[in-house]
T-cell receptor, first 113, second 110 residues
Framework: DQQVKQNSPSLSVQEGRISILNCDYT??????FLWYKKYPAEGPTFLIS?????DKNEDGRFTVFLNKSAKHLSLHIVPSQPGDSAVYFC????????????FGTGTRLTIIP | DAGITQSPRHKVTETGTPVTLRCHQT?????MYWYRQDPGHGLRLIHY???????DKGEVSDGYSVSRSKTEDFLLTLESATSSQTSVYFC?????????FGPGTRLLVL
């Protein structure tokens, strides 16, 4: 039972354009959402997060949008740069007292120069 | 980034042998986790710890055990390695709702 879903395994975007990565979740108890970025042969690194009390959070070129009614979140990268080429994981957690995260299966983003 | 190291970084072993992977953190974080990453599955939780000697199972715990005798160390043991346990293993710690990951251990079971 995949509680966090990333339905696009891969995405290619031209350098300078907007990259939009999507994530859906099914568990209504999730109240905190994160995006991680992973380069080959490295561990995932935290990118940006959003609490369920917000619908948008911005950090430089990265913006995360949360639509609670649709149980959907998206990560926007503007403008896209070659160094953004990586696998992006969406993750979610709830107030369960153990800080556990449930991860999606990832989307491989390729920025075309 | 939290100071998280994993050892070994690469290991090749044979089916049926025991294997122990080590995770060491310098951040004094209470929570620690072991994940495996496989194509098409993303990151799946094996076991986690919420304090010294306090551990619990994740979604793919069969064939794995863990121990945490000190805050800074979290060990993952494959009791009798199988080819299905060939994977990349990541350790993580958590604080403030965010997890921080180590560099990973690539394990090949022949």
């Amino acid at each position: 039972d995949q509680q966090v879903k990333q339905n696009s395994p891969s995405l290619s975007v031209q350098e300078g354009r907007i990259s939009i990565l999507n994530c859906d979740y099914t568990n209504s108890m999730f109240d905190y959402f994160l995006w991680y970025k992973k380069y080959p042969a490295e561990g995932p690194t935290f990118l940006i997060s959003i609490s369920s009390i917000k619908d948008k959070n911005e950090d430089g070129r990265f913006t995360v949008f949360l639509n609670k009614s649709a149980k959907h979140l998206s990560l926007h990268i503007v403008p896209s740069q070659p160094g953004d080429s990586a696998v992006y994981f969406c993750a979610a957690s709830g107030n369960f007292g153990n800080e556990k995260l449930t991860f999606g299966t990832g989307t491989r983003l390729t920025i075309i120069p | 980034d939290a100071g998280i190291t994993q050892s070994p970084r690469h290991k090749v072993t044979e089916t049926g042998t025991p294997v122990t992977l080590r995770c060491h953190q310098t951040e004094n974080h209470r929570y620690m986790y072991w994940y495996r990453q496989d194509p098409g599955h993303g990151l799946r939780l094996i076991h986690y710890s919420y304090g010294v000697k306090d551990t619990d199972k994740g979604e793919v715990s069969d064939g794995y055990s863990v121990s945490r005798s000190k805050t800074e160390d979290f060990l993952l043991t494959l009791e009798s390695a199988t080819s299905s346990q060939t994977s990349v293993y990541f350790c993580a710690t958590a604080t403030g709702g965010t997890q921080y990951f180590g560099p990973g251990t690539r394990l090949l079971v022949l």
